[in-house]
DNA sequence: AAGTAACCGAGACGGTACGTCACGTCTTTCG
DNA sequence: CGAAAGACGTGACGTACCGTCTCGGTTACTT
């Protein structure tokens, strides 16, 4: 969220502070009752209780709105230690699931990731407050799993980094087209049977 | 794609049939130049030399258009014989990726999943004319590594299904997150270390 | 109403005569309805059970169509002899009082003749079809009431038409005024004391 | 005319007052160059240099503006004491006569007298707006002509209501019928001979 | 009896205007 | 001086009719 306020002020009436807040939920629940395309700023101002000029004060449109609105959600995100690669794996992904089971997660996320491929403002947006968040804990697992000696030490740091978007890319992008496109709940069970593929993909050694 | 037309009458004029296909092609441009939010209607039916009302005529509105405009994208796919299970899927999901490489495969595509998430009767319009089409293509890789005997026959049929679909929404999701939300490009040297990955989890024998 | 047509071909299929008839009661039955402005040619042609293109073969707008539905109620225009001038004035007042105070002949004269303001041919058509028909009764009034010795023979033949002229105003005028501005009946009693004053004014000596 | 705004609200933004008055001019003019039924609302906020949605604000539609159009005409009326009441009524027609041979006064009162047919709540406010401040003018002469001894007063007030309203439709319904279906000019000539058949029908004494 | 020319219904077509809605900006008054 | 209220210009919406056109099919004159 981190200031959307180019410069603190000093003088004049402070901004309300709960009016942001207000603002965010009135957001998300807009989110849910309408999605993404029916959301219109003078409904969620009245929602929040305030004027249309204080929304557009403080944000340039909708999309940003959305993204500030979306991001919240992966605030909660964290990675328990759950003792193995292979619990921590279904750890992460059943929470990236539980997230995107939230309505206002769907179709904001992915309404705001369509508009981004015409916004490259948008788009940068985006992986600041919402998809660094999530690969901290890609980074996170894999760290404690070499700590394990689950997984060998990657020595080249740029094979790494390939490593680590690809698993970002194959858990983040599955759940996503499970929950949105087939339309198919990730429950445990899936979650499961999804995380040993992952897993055995990942582990098995093999030529490259 | 096959008739939004919900009755072949016998009188009257008949719908013009270039129109479709002007239509459609206009659609797809004008997603190319805007994106999806900034598409109207009216500025479609200008590109293909129609009036609005036979656009409406034909159409419900911007996202019946664009899902038919972009599943026409999905005919050209095809699962060439490439010998072997491992180069079938680095095929396939070069194909899917190159698809979605076109910026109005991007931009219509997830946009309409967007949309659908409150929208039951798009959710089904888009699982017909674009996904179904494209788990064909995974079906056919299945049996044909099954006589090649890559792969053991399956004997339940539901864990079949269910292996099926867990692949489907693999491929197709990953590549759609590493393309949209990574905005990074799915080459041929990512697309190996992807199939690789897959391939693996897939074969390795190990406990359920 | 004498030809529309501009030319009786001798050859093919004649028009249905049916039709012509059925398409004028439709229009009087939507101009009772509907009004002028609310009237569209696709309803009256849909009430006829016609197609639109037979009703565009014969008239040439809605202004057209709607100028000889409403003449034809002036056909029933009839002078009874009352044996006096008096009784004459008031019976054809109160006849053209009893047309008027029909709906289909309110909406629709009022608005074809607003419209022919702006429309010289409109107007034209006006005059033949409606207006001369009606004043023809007031030169067969003043015949008989001169062959009754009840007004003196007018020498002058243009101050005779000038005569003739004012009173069709005065009538015809003062009648739909009461009628649509007014709107207040033009009943027998009303009648009664226009036609005593008209009389009046008429027939009382003075200087010029 | 007065206030069509419901109730004057205290708070934001006021409408503008130059606004209402553009519009009107524009409707008038509109009125002039295409007629009532040529006219469109987004013309005239065109004319007006005014957005279609602030014309939509404060009229329901293009009846009620033309009224508020056609009113203003009216406000000019004024009966100058002529000294005698046979120069009185002839003042009085030729001032309205004056004004119905403007054309933005024929189309526009013509046709919404037309739509009222089929409006209540038109004709409502078309009586308020146009015809009670034309009906003044009559009360006036009447008194005056009363002061004078020119007239008897009237004892009974029914009859002397009937009498007035007889008067004003004569009055108005002529000159409208001469000016608009006779399509002949409502000179000075005509009015005098007009007056003179008024005059004597309403002062002859005579049996009722 | 066959040919054929004009009719008929149905309905799609390119248009124009409708009246509404949301946008993002602006001008007010109030706290 | 910020915030509410709401009017403003703009532009797309989806609808309704317009008047024209293309169909397949039907009549009634002509030969």
């Keep these: ?39 219109t700023l003078g409904d969620v101002a009245a929602r929040a209780g305030v004027a249309k000029t204080t929304l557009y004060r403080r944000w340039a449109g909708k999309n940003e709105l959305v993204v ?46 369509a508009e981004s491929i015409h916004d490259e403002a948008l788009r940068e947006r985006i992986r600041c407050s919402i998809v660094e968040r999530q690969k901290r804990l890609v980074l996170e697992g894999r760290a404690r799993a070499e700590a394990r000696g689950e997984l060998p030490p990657e020595s080249d740091p740029g094979e790494a980094a390939r490593t680590i978007d ?8 599955t759940v996503v087209h499970r929950t949105l496109v087939s339309a198919q709940p990730a429950d445990e069970e899936w979650v499961r049977g999804f995380a040993r593929v992952l897993l055995l993909g990942l582990t098995s050694a093999g030529p490259r």
Excluded: N
């Excluded at 609105?69 to 292979?86: I, M, Q, R, S």
């Excluded at 995107?100 to 705001?112: C, I």
């Excluded at 690809?166 to 992008?173: H, P, Q, W």
């Design 68 to 113: 500030d609105a979306v991001a919240e959600l992966f605030d909660e995100l964290e990675l328990p230690d759950c003792g193995t690669l292979a619990a921590d794996i279904e750890g992460v992904v059943l929470q990236y699931a539980a997230i995107l089971a939230r309505p206002e997660a769907k179709s904001g996320l992915m309404s705001v990731v």
């Design 1 to 39: 969220m981190q200031s959307r306020t180019p410069a603190p002020r000093a003088t004049g009436r402070p901004r309300s502070a709960t009016a942001d807040a207000a603002i965010l939920a009135a957001t998300r629940e807009a989110l849910v009752e309408l999605g993404w395309s029916k959301l």
């Design 166 to 173: 690809l698993i970002f890319d194959m858990v983040a992008g």
